[in-house]
């Protein structure tokens, strides 16, 4: 790994994740690189996702050749590589040994949040679908690795910022820059060619966005998915960065 810190960030659908890569993506220090993954996810499931065939023809679809460019040199050269993952990406079969090679953190949110979001997306909402689960195992499997595993809330970042941000750069042993407050509007470098699918809200924002708590009622079967994966989330909160 030499003198150069790679980040990989986990995380569930409908958070924050693309923020934070955006957040890192500002420090002249880093590089940031898109959900490397993707396009193994899609050609290897076969999930109908918007633009699935540009992603799976621009991207690579071998996840070992993935895990070698992640594990090779930063392509700028930057000693910081923030690496932003979404957990149900490792599927079954990609192994998980290089993650010994990265600093580990994981992006979580209130489920109940989750589904409320999911809900306006899909139809198909279950367990897995929050990444809950998927989060579990590769903490799990981090830690068996003898890494050390940072947890952080989404909330508690929107809530705090300059203070959450400081305290994740902290475990990762990086100095916190204050240009990770604030990005441009609109696209950026680092975006997956993706991203115009699904980032039209983030590229409107220059900035963390107040937290405001969703509102509504979950439905019957929602009700089930929360009490499943609820469980799951309170573990990880309770060992996330205070």
Not at 139 to 150: A, M, R, S, Y
Not at 170 to 175: D, E, K, M, V
Not at 185 to 200: L, N, R, S
Not at 208 to 232: D, T
Request: hydrophobic share 40%.
């Amino acid at each position: 790994m030499g003198s150069v810190k790679r980040i990989a960030m986990w995380s569930g659908p409908r958070n924050i994740s693309t923020a934070m890569m955006y957040s890192f993506d500002s420090r002249p220090d880093c590089f940031a690189s898109d959900e490397p993954f993707y396009a193994h996810y899609l050609a290897a499931t076969g999930v109908e996702h918007p633009g699935a065939e540009s992603v799976i023809a621009a991207g690579e679809t071998d996840w070992r050749a993935v895990v070698g460019h992640l594990t090779g040199d930063v392509p700028d050269g930057s000693p910081i590589w923030y690496q932003k993952h979404m957990c149900h990406h490792m599927i079954e079969g990609v192994e998980l040994a290089w993650l010994s090679e990265v600093s580990n953190c994981f992006l979580i949110r209130d489920p109940r949040e989750v589904l409320l979001s999911l809900a306006k997306k899909t139809d198909a909402v279950d367990a897995w679908a929050t990444g809950l689960p998927q989060q579990a195992r590769i903490v799990t499997e981090v830690e068996k690795l003898g890494e050390p595993v940072v947890i952080v809330d989404s909330r508690d970042i929107l809530l705090d910022p300059k203070g959450m941000l400081s305290k994740v750069c902290g475990r990762l042993g990086i100095p916190f820059d204050e240009s990770m407050l604030s990005w441009k509007v609109g696209p950026k470098q680092c975006d997956g060619i993706w991203a115009e699918h699904w980032y039209d809200a983030v590229w409107a924002s220059d900035g963390f966005a107040e937290y405001r708590p969703r509102i509504g009622e979950l439905p019957p079967e929602h009700q089930e998915v929360l009490a499943e994966v609820q469980p799951i989330f309170d573990e990880l909160y309770s060992r996330r960065i205070r």
